[in-house]
């Protein structure tokens, strides 16, 4: 039997202890982890929660119902009373390129905007038309895209100026959570990246991208006329990198953390990478969450940038290149759930490919990496009379596959020294036969990163940087690495062009 994770009893854990968050797209989690970073026995807790969707684009969640999921994990994870004052440090990590607006008292003044939220489809068309776009991305490491806060900004000032005016500051998740519990907004310098307004050089906020998110009448203005107004540098909190978190006192109700540091929050992505062990640019990590990546971490900025990838700054002197997927978990579930699967979807992974199966681009909720399509959405092709639910769920399975391979088209020359592909996330451990096809589209072995809840351990290991240095960790927990199989090579080849073509019509493009 495959072993899965690492844990530790109480009394065995070597101190200094630490609790990791994480916030992600279907549940708050966290856990003591050890000095090792193996989590703690029993002392775990997840609180599940789901974005509000709509078919506008809308996705957001409600920030204040994610505060009191924290305070529930910390309620949960802190109650042993044989803790007493053994934990040092508190880390969190969310999903990124979340949104707030903010008052001057701390009160949010609409949801929290996920990065699944396409609404600003029309602010990232009028601002590709004022900037130039190439130019935007190798400074900032980002497109324009409606993940991120340029066009958002854009958006808001247009449809709810009244909001844009009264708000003072702009922050994520994770900072309006610390805000709330400790009275800092915390930002990690990936959280801040992750916005699409920090330069990838610099670590400050680009100013031409602040002089165009924001919109609006300007005394003078002719009726009718628009006139931009910027967006002021000062409403976001300056980044910080994960050596720098701050010895705040911890509210009452948690005694157990009252010794504790707590850290700038630092998005999933970041964390996903670190959890599965892929902390150089030997390694790639293909995360399989809700949403998935492809992601290689450099030392400095990957010079020049493809134009399909981001390449964001996460501390002072590394950054992560790759390219984001809206929907994978997503889509797998979407899959699962709409098309009430029997109990044999492994078996349909495991099948050799054939070509009754459905042409299948997987965008239910827009499209990131590499052709940053916010507002496009899913197609089927090849669907026939004779094609039954395991054919759909086998072809949207290779559409998802099909996605990672058109991002490591264009990360590959970027980033030449990978030697290895390590899988991490949900849809990995559960679904493990879908890393053969992975393989097959990739045409690169994949080894399969067993540990669960790989992003919260990151969070963990890059707070454990800072408060153990000396302490040696608890070494990688894989499985199956799947090799690609020659004689699948043509049939997913012929696939890939069918699936470019249909990506190039104007129904998708």
């Known amino acids: 039997m495959t072993r899965t994770d690492d844990e530790v009893a109480l009394e065995a854990a070597a101190d200094p202890l630490v609790v990791a968050m994480d916030i992600g797209s279907t549940a708050t989690r966290g856990g003591v982890h050890d000095a090792t970073g193996r989590r703690v026995r029993g002392l775990q807790h997840k609180v599940p929660h789901a974005f509000?969707?709509?078919?506008?684009?809308?996705?957001?969640?409600?920030?204040?119902?994610?505060?009191?999921?924290?305070?529930?994990?910390?309620?949960?994870?802190?109650?042993?009373?044989?803790?007493?004052?053994?934990?040092?440090?508190?880390?969190?990590?969310?999903?990124?390129?979340?949104?707030?607006?903010?008052?001057?008292?701390?009160?949010?003044?609409?949801?929290?905007?996920?990065?699944?939220?396409?609404?600003?489809?029309?602010?990232?068309?009028?601002?590709?038309?004022?900037?130039?776009?190439?130019?935007?991305?190798?400074?900032?490491?980002?497109?324009?895209?409606?993940?991120?806060?340029?066009?958002?900004?854009?958006?808001?000032?247009d449809t709810q100026p009244r909001v844009v005016a009264e708000a003072a500051f702009w922050w994520s998740l994770g900072e309006y959570v610390l805000a709330r519990l400790i009275g800092q907004p915390l930002a990690g310098t990936s959280t801040v990246a992750w916005t699409g307004l920090l330069d990838r050089r610099t670590g400050r906020l680009d100013a031409e991208l602040l002089a165009a998110a924001g919109a609006g009448p300007r005394a003078g203005t002719a009726p009718g006329a628009r006139a931009v107004v910027g967006v002021d540098a000062g409403q976001f909190s300056p980044p910080r990198d994960m050596t720098q978190p701050v010895p705040e006192a911890a509210p009452a109700r948690w005694p157990a953390l009252a010794r504790a540091v707590w850290f700038p929050v630092v998005t999933d992505g970041y964390a996903s990478?670190?959890?599965?062990?892929?902390?150089?640019?030997?390694?790639?990590?293909?995360?399989?969450?809700?949403?998935?990546?492809?992601?290689?971490?450099?030392?400095?900025?990957?010079?020049?940038?493809?134009?399909?990838?981001?390449?964001?700054?996460?501390?002072?002197?590394?950054?992560?290149?790759?390219?984001?997927?809206?929907?994978?978990?997503?889509?797998?579930?979407?899959?699962?759930?709409?098309?009430?699967?029997?109990?044999?979807?492994?078996?349909v992974l495991a099948a050799p490919p054939g070509d009754a199966t459905p042409l299948v681009l997987p965008y239910l909720t827009g499209e990131r990496a590499p052709g940053w399509a916010g507002g496009v959405r899913a197609e089927f092709s090849g669907v026939t009379a004779a094609t039954d639910a395991d054919l759909l769920?086998?072809?949207?399975?290779?559409?998802?596959?099909?996605?990672?391979?058109?991002?490591?088209?264009?990360?590959?020359?970027?980033?030449?020294?990978?030697?290895?592909?390590?899988?991490?996330?949900?849809?990995?451990?559960?679904?493990?036969?879908?890393?053969?096809?992975?393989?097959?589209?990739?045409?690169?072995?994949?080894?399969?990163?067993?540990?669960?809840?790989?992003?919260?351990?990151?969070?963990?290991?890059?707070?454990?940087?800072?408060?153990?240095?000396?302490?040696?960790?608890?070494?990688?927990?894989?499985?199956?690495?799947?090799?690609?199989?020659?004689?699948?090579?043509?049939?997913?080849?012929?696939?890939?062009?069918?699936?470019?073509?249909?990506?190039?019509?104007?129904?998708?493009?």
């Open 393 to 509: 769920f086998r072809g949207i399975v290779e559409g998802v596959a099909i996605t990672y391979a058109r991002v490591a088209d264009e990360l590959h020359p970027a980033a030449p020294a990978v030697l290895e592909i390590a899988a991490a996330g949900r849809v990995s451990n559960d679904q493990p036969e879908w890393l053969g096809i992975l393989a097959d589209v990739l045409g690169r072995p994949v080894t399969h990163v067993t540990r669960r809840r790989a992003t919260q351990h990151g969070t963990a290991l890059l707070a454990l940087d800072v408060l153990a240095p000396g302490v040696p960790r608890a070494r990688r927990v894989t499985g199956v690495t799947y090799e690609p199989r020659p004689a699948h090579a043509a049939y997913y080849a012929e696939r890939r062009a069918r699936f470019a073509a249909a990506y190039g019509t104007p129904a998708t493009g």
């Open 273 to 347: 990478n670190i959890g599965s062990g892929a902390t150089d640019a030997t390694v790639l990590t293909a995360a399989t969450a809700t949403s998935g990546a492809l992601r290689v971490l450099l030392d400095g900025p990957a010079d020049p940038l493809p134009f399909g990838l981001w390449n964001y700054r996460v501390d002072a002197g590394r950054t992560l290149l790759g390219g984001a997927i809206n929907d994978v978990g997503r889509a797998i579930s979407w899959a699962q759930n709409t098309l009430r699967l029997g109990p044999a979807p492994a078996a």
């Open 52 to 157: 509000t969707v709509a078919a506008d684009g809308t996705s957001v969640i409600d920030p204040d119902q994610v505060v009191a999921e924290v305070g529930q994990v910390l309620d949960a994870v802190t109650a042993d009373r044989r803790l007493g004052t053994r934990i040092a440090g508190v880390a969190m990590d969310t999903f990124a390129a979340s949104l707030i607006a903010v008052d001057a008292t701390g009160r949010a003044l609409t949801p929290c905007l996920t990065y699944a939220d396409s609404r600003s489809t029309g602010a990232v068309t009028a601002l590709r038309a004022e900037l130039d776009e190439r130019a935007v991305q190798q400074r900032t490491g980002t497109r324009l895209h409606t993940s991120y806060h340029a066009p958002r900004l854009r958006w808001l000032a």
